[in-house]
C-alpha cells in the first residue's frame, strides 16, 4: 500500500496465476501448458531468424501472422486481431465492448480473469449460475444485458456446449458483443468461428499457448465481423500499440502452417486424456467430461485441498481452487503419458486410495 495509489487500485483484486516453479524434477500439470514442444518449424523458424533484423520495430500490424491466420480460417484480413496472448486480447476486448449501462453476463464458474478486468474497467457484471452439472445453460442468457462473455470449453470445469446452443444464443441477442473464449477449443469442442460471418457481434478469441505449444511466446487473437475488430484496433492503438514482437511474428504463423504436427499432438493428448478419465474413474473420482487439455474431477472422501498437497509432497503440481463451490474439485493437466502415469500412481499412494 502507498499513498501515492488512486483508490481506484486499491480496490484491486489481482489475478493469482498458477505456480512456475523455479527448481526442476517437478511434473508440472498445473496450468495447462502443452508437454510436447512447439512445432519442428518453429523450432527451425527462430534458429534462423536474421537476428540483426532485431535493431528494428516489428511490423506493429503482424501483417505475416493476419494473413496466415486469416488463411487458416477462411475470413478476410480485417477480421482478425491479434495480441499478446489472449489474455491482452481479452483485455482489450473488455476495455472496447463491455463498459455499458446494463451488466455483462457471464458464468459464476469461469476464467477467473474476466472479472479482474471488469473490476479493473468498472464493468458491471452479472454472474448466472452453472448448472448441478457444472454446465453453463445459455438459455439462461437470455436477459437484457451489456455484452456476455463465456469460455467453450469452460474453465476450469472442461465441460463444452454444441454449437447449436451458442447459435440459438445469437439469434436472440443481437444487439451485444458475445465474446467466446475458445482457449481450449482445439481438444475436442465445435468452434464459432464458423459462425462469424453471419453474426456481427461475435468474437471469438483463441490462443497459442495450448495446443500450439506457444504459452512462453504469447501470442493470441480475435476472430470476428470488420466492425468489431476495428474496435479492437482503436482500443490498441491508444495504449500506444504493443505490437508482437518479431520472433513471436514468426513463430506464431509457423505454428499456425504446421497443421500436421498441431494434429498429432492433440490427437495424443486427447488419448491420454481418456487413458487418465478411466484411471481417475476408476480410484472413485468423479471427472467432468473434458474436451480440454485438463481435467477436472473431484474424490466423495477426499479434499481437494488434501489430494493438491498429497500431490504436491510428491512433486506433482496440480491447479486446485479455494472458491466454495468447486474447492473439491483439481484441475489436473494432461501432460505426457509418462507424467500421467506418474500422477496416477501418487494418487494411489494416498492412503484412501490405496
Ligand atoms: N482463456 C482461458 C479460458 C484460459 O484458461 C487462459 C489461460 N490461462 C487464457 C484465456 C489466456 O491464455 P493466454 O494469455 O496464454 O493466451
Same mark, same amino acid.
Given at each position: 500500500m502507498s499513498k501515492f495509489w488512486s483508490e481506484a487500485i486499491l480496490s484491486l483484486q489481482p489475478y493469482v496465476p498458477g505456480e512456475q516453479p523455479k527448481q526442476g524434477n517437478i511434473i508440472k500439470l498445473n496450468t495447462n501448458e502443452n508437454p510436447y514442444p512447439p512445432s519442428p518449424k518453429v523450432v527451425e523458424v527462430l534458429t534462423h531468424f536474421p537476428k540483426e533484423r532485431l535493431r528494428l520495430y516489428s511490423d506493429p500490424d503482424s501483417t505475416q501472422l493476419k494473413q496466415t491466420l486469416a %488463411?487458416?480460417?477462411?475470413?478476410?484480413?480485417? $477480421?482478425?486481431?491479434?495480441?499478446?496472448? =489472449?489474455?491482452?486480447?481479452?483485455?482489450?476486448? &473488455?476495455?472496447?465492448?463491455?463498459?455499458q449501462p446494463l451488466p455483462l453476463l457471464l458464468p459464476s464458474t469461469t476464467y477467473s480473469f474476466y472479472d479482474v478486468y471488469c473490476d479493473l474497467y468498472q464493468i458491471k457484471t452479472q454472474h448466472v449460475p452453472l448448472t448441478t452439472d457444472y454446465r453453463i445453460n445459455l438459455a439462461d442468457y437470455a436477459q437484457p444485458n451489456g455484452g456476455i462473455i463465456f469460455a467453450n470449453p469452460n474453465a476450469p470445469t472442461g465441460v463444452a456446449l454444441p454449437l447449436t446452443d451458442i447459435e440459438a444464443l445469437l439469434q436472440e441477442n443481437t444487439e451485444t458483443?458475445?465474446?467466446?473464449?475458445?482457449?481450449?477449443?482445439?481438444?475436442?469442442?465445435?468452434?464459432?468461428?464458423?459462425?462469424?460471418? %453471419?453474426?456481427?457481434?461475435?468474437?471469438?478469441? $483463441?490462443?497459442?499457448?495450448?495446443?500450439? =505449444?506457444?504459452?512462453?511466446?504469447?501470442?493470441? &487473437?480475435?476472430?470476428?465481423?470488420?466492425?468489431?475488430?476495428?474496435?479492437?484496433?482503436?482500443?490498441?492503438?491508444?495504449?500506444?500499440?504493443y505490437p508482437l514482437d518479431m520472433l513471436a511474428i514468426a513463430a506464431a504463423s509457423a505454428a499456425i502452417e504446421?497443421?500436421?504436427?498441431?494434429?498429432?499432438?492433440?490427437?495424443?493428448?486427447?488419448?491420454?486424456?481418456?487413458?487418465?478419465?478411466?484411471?481417475?474413474?476408476?480410484?472413485?473420482?468423479?471427472?467432468?467430461?473434458?474436451?480440454?487439455?485438463?481435467i477436472f474431477a473431484s474424490h466423495p472422501e477426499i479434499s481437494g485441498a488434501e489430494l493438491m498437497t498429497h500431490l504436491r509432497s510428491r512433486n506433482i503440481l496440480v491447479r486446485h481452487f479455494t472458491k466454495p463451490s468447486i474447492e473439491n474439485f483439481l484441475r489436473i493437466t494432461i501432460g505426457t503419458r509418462q507424467e500421467m502415469e506418474a500422477m496416477i500412481s501418487a494418487l494411489k499412494e494416498h492412503p484412501k486410495l490405496a
Open positions: %488463411q487458416h480460417f477462411h475470413v478476410d484480413y480485417d $477480421q482478425v486481431f491479434v495480441g499478446n496472448g =489472449s489474455d491482452e486480447v481479452l483485455a482489450h476486448t &473488455f476495455m472496447a465492448f463491455f463498459r458483443v458475445v465474446v467466446v473464449d475458445e482457449a481450449y477449443v482445439d481438444f475436442g469442442a465445435e468452434s464459432a468461428v464458423t459462425l462469424v460471418n %453471419q453474426y456481427p457481434n461475435l468474437l471469438v478469441i $483463441q490462443t497459442l499457448s495450448k495446443s500450439r =505449444s506457444l504459452a512462453g511466446m504469447r501470442v493470441g &487473437f480475435a476472430i470476428g465481423s470488420p466492425e468489431l475488430i476495428a474496435g479492437l484496433e482503436r482500443v490498441k492503438n491508444s495504449f500506444n500499440s504446421d497443421q500436421r504436427y498441431f494434429e498429432q499432438t492433440t490427437q495424443q493428448i486427447i488419448a491420454d486424456r481418456q487413458w487418465t478419465d478411466e484411471q481417475l474413474t476408476a480410484l472413485g473420482f468423479n471427472a467432468l467430461p473434458s474436451s480440454t487439455n485438463f
